[in-house]
Structure formats: C-alpha cells, structure tokens
C-alpha cells in the first residue's frame, strides 16, 4: 500500500500495543512516523521520533504536533490511538468524579485538541487523514465503565464532525472499534476481574476468546492494518464511519 508512503503521521500512544504496532506498520509502508506517549522509556524502545507529552492537556497536545512539524513537516496523518481504559471503574453510583474527569481529559479533550491543532494545515494543503482509536464499548456498554463508555462513544461524535467539517477539503475521519485485544490495558482489565471473581486471568482470556465465533481475540496487527487502510490515500471514499475489529462479535 503506497498510500502513506512519504506522508507525516503523528501516532499517540505510541509506546506499546495498538499505537506500536501502528507506528511500525505505517513506517514500513514509507510513512515518516513520530510517535507520542507519557512514558518516555516506551518510546525510546520503538525507534522512531519521538516526544513526551500529556495528551489530556491542551499543552501536551500542542507540543506534540509542534515537535511532529518542526522535526518531519506538517502532519497529514492523525492517529489518535492513546487512552486510559476502565479497570479502575465502579458502577455508575459509586463512580468516583475524578476518575470521570480524567478519563474524559485523556480520551476525548486530547483527540479534539490535536484535531483543532492539525486540520488548519490539512485544510490549507486540501488533504488529510484522522483516525480514531475508540472500542466497542463506544457502541455497546460494558459494566462498571461509564467514564470509559461515554468517553469512547464521545469520540465517534467527534469523528463524525470531523469528518464533515472537513470533508470539503480532502480530509476523511474514521475510527477504528477493536474488541478484545490483549494489549496492557486489556490485561490491566482481565487481572481486576479475575481478581474480582477468584479466577486466574488466563482463565479470563479464556473467556473471551470463546466469547468470539472465530475462537480468538484480535490481534494488535489486525487493528492495524485497519488504521493503516484509514490513513492512506486508498481510503478516499470512507468517511465518517465506525469500523468495528472484533471478529463479529458484540465485544
């Protein structure tokens, strides 16, 4: 896929899982990647430019497409792929406000500061391409996740404006919904509920996976190689859509 090939990505969260293995795969199809993360020790591992930053300050945000355009040029490629997930959460009533508010700052304030911060150029150059880390949860609401859901159903609202706002100046928005991906997060999630329930989180994954008529949860690569179809030229036709990696499953 020549689609990317010579194209500035700016890819958040970075560091491991989903974002990683973004980066890596728009970087061996010619992209010029800069990645962007909290833990700086993450990033010096992936091997591409880097920056350090909070990306649920407008601050952070700034910084980061700041050092993206002075070190590769302006960015044409947007992958908001950072988050903070929902193991820590409680049912609705017991929700501590803070954990609400953090989760809000990471998963939604950032993506629409980094938004705000790079469409004038794509609008200017007449070409770009956002995509959108958000999950099932951003269609289907799991338990004890109301910061989390909201947060990831929030996000496709901002896709879609995205997406019109900037759909007169060549640039498309779309996200991507992966289900289970046993990324960090997801493990972080598994090892509550085992806890919870007095089983072993492999025990957990187990679950899961049967949960899936294909008998697996998605891989990193597969969201992936969604991402990448997202931000590539190629994908000049898909605007304003939820694409759901979940191998057919609700989850």
Not at 28 to 33: F, I, L, P, Q, W
Not at 148 to 164: D, I, P
Request: charged content about 20%; hydrophobic content about 40%.
């Amino acid at each position: 896929m020549a689609g990317v090939e010579g194209r500035v990505a700016l890819v958040t969260g970075g560091g491991r899982g989903i974002g990683r293995v973004t980066a890596e795969l728009l970087a061996s199809r010619g992209a010029e990647v800069m990645c962007v993360a909290r833990s700086q020790q993450d990033l010096e591992d992936v091997g591409f430019e880097y920056s350090v930053a909070d990306l649920g300050t407008a601050e952070g945000c700034a910084h980061a497409v700041a050092e993206a355009e002075q070190r590769l040029g302006p960015v044409e490629i947007l992958v908001c792929n950072h988050g903070i997930g929902s193991a820590h959460e409680l049912v609705v009533w017991e929700q501590d406000p803070d954990v609400w508010s953090e989760t809000m700052r990471i998963n939604l304030d950032g993506p629409f500061h980094l938004s705000k911060l790079v469409m004038p150029g794509m609008v200017e150059r007449n070409y770009g391409r956002l995509v959108f880390t958000s999950s099932t949860a951003g269609l289907v609401a799991e338990p004890a996740g109301c910061a989390y859901n909201s947060s990831k159903h929030g996000l496709l609202g901002l896709m879609r404006s995205v997406a019109t706002d900037g759909g007169a100046h060549g640039i498309t928005s779309n996200a991507v919904l992966p289900g289970w991906v046993r990324t960090e997060m997801a493990e972080r999630s598994a090892r509550q509920e085992a806890q919870d329930r007095g089983i072993t989180s492999d025990e957990i994954w187990e679950e899961r996976a049967a949960s899936y008529p294909a008998g697996r949860v998605i891989t990193p690569q597969e969201v992936a190689e969604t991402i990448a179809f997202l931000a590539s030229e190629e994908s000049s036709g898909v605007s304003g859509e939820a694409i759901r990696v979940a191998l057919a499953s609700v989850w």
